[in-house]
């Protein structure tokens, strides 16, 4: 069976080096632990893990960023999305992605979620996300998107978030 929850502290170690492979920059695996146990950024979001409870093993993790750019509207950044090597293209991250969006909208009423993918779109298309217009994207090498189960990316009236 497999469980979705918040990350705890002593699960940290193992959530960053899911995406060493890939984030690590020929960094010492040490050294890029320091860097997310540092980071000011990772220490904003709330964590999740998907963990199978017959062993505890950790599946995949993703952070959730507070983004409300308004009083009335609650916004969520999706980020740092990752699978342990040996464990990528079983459905693990989709399986989070999807379970965290929907206790979110339904513990939290929150209707609008960005992320930013630097693997292209097609993976989160299949989560209803989509691209923002080209002319509100902000890096070369990050797309932006934008899911929302009530609102259309043209209703939006507030800026999009930087990187987060």
Known sequence: MRII???????????????Y?????????????????????????KWYVLEETDTKELLS???VYELNPSE????????SI??????RKKGYASLLIKAVINGLEQKENCNNFFLYSEIGSD???????????ASKQKYKDSICMY????NH?????FNIPNYF
């Not at 890029?32 to 979001?45: E, V």
């Not at 009335?72 to 980020?79: E, F, K, S, Y």
């Not at 899911?147 to 009530?150: D, N």
Request: proline share 3%; hydrophobic share 35%; aromatic share 12%.
């Open 82 to 87: 990752a699978t342990p090597l040996h464990l």
């Open 5 to 19: 929850r918040e990350a705890r502290s002593e699960d940290m170690k193992v959530v960053y080096m899911m995406g």
């Open 72 to 79: 009335n509207l609650i916004v969520r950044g999706i980020g």
């Open 61 to 63: 993790s993703q952070i």
């Open 153 to 157: 990316i043209e209703s939006i009236s």
């Open 123 to 133: 993976f989160y298309k299949k989560f209803n996300f989509i691209e923002i217009p």
């Open 21 to 45: 492979d890939v984030w690590g920059e020929n960094m010492l695996s040490k050294d890029y632990l320091t860097m997310c146990q540092d980071s000011s950024k990772y220490k904003r979001g």
């Open 147 to 150: 899911y929302s189960k009530e």
